[in-house]
């Protein structure tokens, strides 16, 4: 064999020996810490859904899965952060059926696509929104609630946590099927719209954690956002019940990638994940806060963002809804 036989054999060899390597490098997956990506600040049911997410795919895979809270612009920061990064497995976004339908209805083009951008990994959790209500206004059930806000010129002011929010949606689906007036009043997050509720500054707003506000009587539940009742709230009815029939409108939160994720690693992945949502004590922990355990794959994931995306764009477009 001269010179350039053997140079050439030794090539050939190397390239057989490839995929074996590359198939065993993906065999000890994960070999270093995960990071999984919020596009919410600290302390949020998205970052809360996280990190007890978190906590226990690091116990099922044996390594360290770290919570990276890259909050901003209604979650486009964060999320396109895991859309641009590399596709081996080490980063990956903790997302919701904001970043992946609702901000598809927004005026100004996303820095990702919700289905191209991703590799869809397994659906996790869901939990509804209750609409909830000062418990001075003179109104204990929906009728009621209906009847006063007609007898008034103004009708209803309400509180979301900002412009193009569930809380916003849901609002204005509520005034357009009743045929009442919406006053609506922005504030920055979820919790001071609650806080305005309870002090009487807006009548109603719709709230994903206000359990232990209803509870407690410091705000009144009228009714729930889900087709079908919320364990979490199972004394009020769905919305669908009091005649706003088909009417769905969840969060839920779900596990991705970036786009083509090496196909061994993203089912590592959902097998670790499906091996997470069989704990008995992890799923009873979740219901205490609210949290409802989503069953499902990739292609199930992959239709709920589709429906989402559809789902928003039509409610923009037939309550003229705007937000940037």
Known sequence: MNRRQWIHAALCGAAM??????????????????????AY??????????????????????QSVIVDNRAGAAGRIGTEYVARAKADGYTLLFANSTTHGLLSASTQPLPYDPVASFTPIAPLFQYTSALVCNPRLPARNMEELVAYAKSR??????????????SHFAAEAFGAAYGVRMLHVPYKGSAPALQAVMAGDVDCSFDGAARAQIAAGSVRGMATTSIRRDPTYDHLPTLDEEGMRGFDLVTWQALLGPAVLPKDV???LAAATAEVMKSEAFVARLRELGFNPVPGGASDLAGMIGVEVAKYRKLAHDLKISFD
Do not use: H, W
């Open 17 to 38: 020996a490839l995929p074996a390597a590359s198939s065993a490098a993906a065999g000890t997956y994960p070999e270093r810490p995960i990071t999984l990506v919020v």
């Open 153 to 166: 010129p103004q009708g209803l002011s309400y509180g979301s946590p900002g412009i193009g929010t569930g």
């Open 266 to 268: 993203a089912q590592r």
């Open 41 to 62: 600040t600290q302390g949020g049911p998205t970052d809360i859904g996280a990190r007890l997410f978190a906590a226990k795919l690091g116990e099922v895979l044996r």
